[in-house]
């Protein structure tokens, strides 16, 4: 029983559900027309990126001193301190090169700048340290910037912002957050910087669906080692779990500002969307597990609820088509599906928390842990490293089961303080996973909720016990020695 969402998804969707989706679509357009008919349009669109009317709704429910987090031009002498020019739209479009690139982020993880530490301070032992992953979905991380620049207690806190892709236009956001101090990491082996050699796409690589022997003829670079599945290696889903993987250990092992920082860390991702009492509920959380749960060594903001269907990420379409092949589904076939019942139970739970053990399709969002959790996760780096498993949740579970002494036990926000709004939301077209439909709907939800958040106390919930897991195979996609390799280089002891 847990395994909870990769199974779900294959539930079969029924015509009834069909007629229930198109219902809602229509009750959500209807909504942000409605919404429309009350936006004031004498602000000046020509600002604010692809501005229309779903934008329109979403930004009256952004405080107007925040706006500036919407707006693509950066600000006027920003220095960027890289060779390159505005283009006509106010753009700075750096003519960079891979080896610029490279150059660049060389410096910065040496330099390790805080930005606006001169204002806020130097970081405090019960500090909480906010550890943010960021690929290039800039439209969702203006909105995760403009709920975490809402959020009470955040001038405390420091933002982590670890890349695995450069661009100037992330850049110069993440370096006007003027509402705490802030310091960026880049993931030095990227795909964007090794677009031709490991990690990213060698030409004598393996192609991902030939047969071994064949493979084993062509002598390609990765013959020996398809996955599980018989498949070889795909860079592109490789990046996510040796990038989650690199910030952890540099975060608690390497950077200067954090790695004697004792207090709890916070991992989210870059369309992930805070509520403004996360801090107050997390260093609750924090406070409780030490009076009331003692074997609790992980603290879980965002719960998925039932009702939800994972489909919508693609990764894990990705990981689905890979364990069931028999099914012979195609990406077309599977969408993604989210109903109205998920986010309103904030309020119906508003100080609940359940105690439970850690299961990473559930409890993977908004994560926090201290160092003592750590230290006892960086000694299972193998089981990390050599599980065939591209999805680095299910390579956390995999050690727990299999190595922690302590299992991963965790208290988990019943009343969501993390939403996840990069779904490829209610929009049933194949691609659309730049959908803000969920960014429109989170904010309602917030807001009316707002007079049940800031409990003053938790009320714990114990999960029912689970039968014994059995041994999973994992979901493949990492069967390469060379993924093993670097990601154990990664952890340096
Ligand atoms: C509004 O913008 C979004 C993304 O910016 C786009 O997907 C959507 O199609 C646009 N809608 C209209 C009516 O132009
Ligand atoms: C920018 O260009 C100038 C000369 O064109 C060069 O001296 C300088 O090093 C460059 N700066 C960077 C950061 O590349
Ligand atoms: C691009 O990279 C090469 C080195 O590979 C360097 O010599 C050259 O100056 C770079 N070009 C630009 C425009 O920065
Ligand atoms: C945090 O720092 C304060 C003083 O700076 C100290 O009294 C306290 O013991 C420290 N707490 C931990 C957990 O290190
Ligand atoms: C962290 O601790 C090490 C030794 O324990 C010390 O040398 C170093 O200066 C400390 N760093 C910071 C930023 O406090
Ligand atoms: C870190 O968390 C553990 C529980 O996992 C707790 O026992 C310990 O007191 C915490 N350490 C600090 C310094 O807060």
Redesign the pocket.
Known sequence: MMSTGRSQIWRRRSGLTFWIRAGLILIIVIFIWVQMSFVDFGRNPGSFSDFNESQAAILSMVPVVLHKFLATKPKNGTNLGLNGSYNNLGFYKANLNISDIKRSIAQYNIQQTIYNEDIFGPLQNDSIVIVIQIHDRITYLRHLIISLAQARGISQALLVFSHDFYDEEINSLIQSVDFCKVIQIFYPYSIQTHPHEFPGEDPSDCPRDIKKDKALQMKCNNALYPDLYGHYREAKFTQTKHHWWWKVNRVFNQLEVTRNH??LVLFLEEDHYVAEDFIHVLKLM?RT??EAC?H???LSLGTYLKTYNYFGDSKKKEAALRTKHQLKKTFAEIQPSWTFQVLPSLYQHPQKVEITPWISSKHNMGMA?????WNEIVKCAAYFCKYDDYNWDWSLQHISQNCLKQKLHAMVARGPRVFHIGECGVHHKKDNCGSTAVISKVQKVLRAAKRHLYPDYLILTYAAVLKKNKLRKGNGGWGDHRDHKLCLGMTIR
Do not use: S
């Not at 842990?369 to 959790?373: D, E, L, M, Q, V």
């Open positions: 004792t207090g924090e597990c030490k003692r609790c060594n992980i842990f201290n160092r003592t959790t």
